[in-house]
């Protein structure tokens, strides 16, 4: 994930990013606005809270003959964190911690048969969940 941030005044900082994730045989491509803030700073140290959101283009990975295929895939999602920043130097270091929520919607529909397809459409609403860690650096 690439992440670009905007320290504001009072330890708040406004963030833009892309990224690449994976759920199962589903794959994402993230594309996120977030809030920053925070709470506890001491000698270029500081503890954080962060809550991204926005929505992700997503692709399922299955290609075979019998496999369903998968249409107009995405969906919004929210990823609420706690981390700490650390300064040995001149770089950043953030340690996070947060929960996932990801939204799924999607078409899906049967795979070939011995060269017949059916006409059945499933309409899905998914959603998936996960506890998240992340390592960075900053400059």
């Not at 990013?17 to 977030?34: C, E, H, I, K, N």
């Not at 809270?49 to 290609?63: D, F, L, R």
């Not at 920043?85 to 270091?93: E, I, S």
Request: charged fraction near 15%; proline fraction near 4%; aromatic fraction near 18%.
């Amino acid at each position: 994930t690439f992440l670009f941030g905007v320290l504001l005044i009072g330890g708040f900082a406004l963030v833009v990013g892309v990224g690449y994730d994976t759920y199962g045989s589903w794959r994402m491509v993230p594309l996120f606005a977030g809030v920053s803030y925070d709470f506890l700073r001491r000698e270029g140290h500081a503890l954080f809270i962060q809550v991204n959101a926005g929505y992700s283009k997503a692709w399922n990975s299955i290609n075979g003959e019998f496999s369903p295929e998968f249409k107009n895939e995405g969906g919004y999602f929210y990823h609420p964190m706690v981390g700490c920043r650390l300064k040995p130097g001149k770089m950043d270091v953030y340690l996070s911690f947060g929960y996932k929520l990801q939204q799924l919607s999607y078409e899906q529909e049967p795979g070939w048969i011995w060269g017949w397809r059916g006409n059945r459409k499933t309409i899905v609403d998914a959603d998936m969940t996960r506890f998240s860690m992340q390592v960075g650096i900053g400059i």
